[in-house]
């Protein structure tokens, strides 16, 4: 069974930028399937934030996000990365990693999926 991991979340204020990581324990794992980045804020349902395709070529981001946040794949494949941006109060969340085989927005369309890592943003 394939694990991805996360990494990078933090305490933050208005306006600073954070980078979020996957890896994945499978070899090669990202370039044979999408992998997104969800985030659940309290009392919310998790939500789509990016995804990337599995060559690195497309991406797809929420409306709330996409001047801010950009997501990227590492040469070799092996992280999947999420730079973030002018951040909000807003944006505070547990950031999830999740792989799948469809570039959607839809979290059911994802098999896998990371612990998450918390972000939290103060004004």
């Known amino acids: 069974q394939v694990q991805l991991e996360e990494s990078g979340g933090g305490s933050v204020h208005t306006g600073d930028s954070l980078r979020l990581s996957c890896v994945a324990s499978?070899?090669?794992?990202?370039?044979?399937?999408?992998t997104g980045w969800f985030r659940q804020a309290p009392e919310k349902e998790r939500e789509f934030v990016a995804a990337i395709s599995w060559n690195g070529v497309t991406t797809r981001y929420s409306d709330s996000v996409k001047d801010r946040f950009t997501i990227y794949m590492d040469d070799a494949k092996t992280t999947v990365s999420l730079e973030m941006n002018t951040l909000e109060p807003e944006d505070t969340a547990i950031y999830y990693c999740?792989?799948?085989?469809?570039?959607?927005?839809?979290?059911?369309?994802?098999?896998?999926w990371g612990q998450g890592t918390r972000v939290i943003v103060s004004s």
């Open positions: 499978g070899h090669n794992f990202f370039s044979t399937y999408i």
């Open positions: 999740a792989s799948g085989r469809l570039l959607t927005g839809n979290p059911g369309h994802y098999n896998y």
